[in-house]
């Protein structure tokens, strides 16, 4: 079966997780990135329906989000979805994704 996201993902950099539920804080890889979430790799998972404060690391910018873990691959890595998205935010994720559909356009 194909199946089709609904935006196109990116392959990105270096992320951290803080579940300040649990008094947590991770360290991740972005896997794919895209305009509703991201796929993180890491050993060490949340709980699914765990909120936490996503921030993603790439150059010198920093993207910061509320995200949710809706699936996890146990010692692999978790799905989430955006939450809560400042203005800000939203703006330094449109210009990534962006960035990498003019690299894919022009490879």
């Not at 609904?6 to 890889?29: E, M, V």
């Amino acid at each position: 079966m194909n199946q089709r996201r609904r935006t196109p993902s990116i392959a990105f950099a270096a992320a951290q997780l803080c579940d300040k539920k649990r008094g947590r804080q991770l360290t991740a890889q972005v896997r794919e990135l895209s305009a509703y979430g991201c796929y993180v790799g890491t050993l060490n998972t949340l709980p699914v329906d765990n909120t936490v404060l996503l921030k993603i690391f790439a150059q010198s910018e920093c993207f910061e989000a509320m995200a949710k873990v809706i699936y996890k691959h146990r010692n692999r890595g978790m799905e989430l979805i955006f939450q809560e998205l400042s203005w800000q935010g939203g703006n330094l994720l449109r210009q990534w994704l962006l960035k990498s559909f003019q690299g894919m356009s022009n490879s």
